[in-house]
């Protein structure tokens, strides 16, 4: 991590903390040269999804086919619009992290 004061590479962690819910990570920084503090913020980058079709196609991740396929699987069964929602939530929330 290059020191903002002095440009300097050598610096030095002294608190790290996650915050938003566990996704972004706080350090509070030194620089080993000129002794200045300084705060990062770092955050996993966001990689597109690629859906692989059982024919070895890939394609863009689509929601909207997936909320579409959801519906009409759970069309006969008691679930509601939200519950498909935060079940495609929960897929794209292990799927963006894993």
Do not use: W
């Not at 440009?7 to 903390?17: E, F, H, L, Q």
Request: charged share 35%; hydrophobic share 30%; net charge positive.
């Amino acid at each position: 991590m290059y020191c903002p004061h002095c440009s300097a590479t050598d610096t030095k962690v002294i608190d790290s903390r996650l915050i938003d819910t566990g996704t972004t990570v706080r350090r509070r920084r030194e620089c080993d040269s000129c002794e200045y503090r300084f705060t990062t913020f770092e955050r996993r980058g966001m990689v597109e999804m690629m859906v692989i079709k059982k024919d070895g196609t890939k394609e863009p991740y689509n929601r909207q086919k997936i909320r579409t396929a959801l519906t009409l699987a759970f069309a006969k069964r008691n679930y509601s619009v939200e519950q498909i929602e935060q079940l495609i939530d929960q897929l794209e929330i292990k799927r963006t992290y894993k």
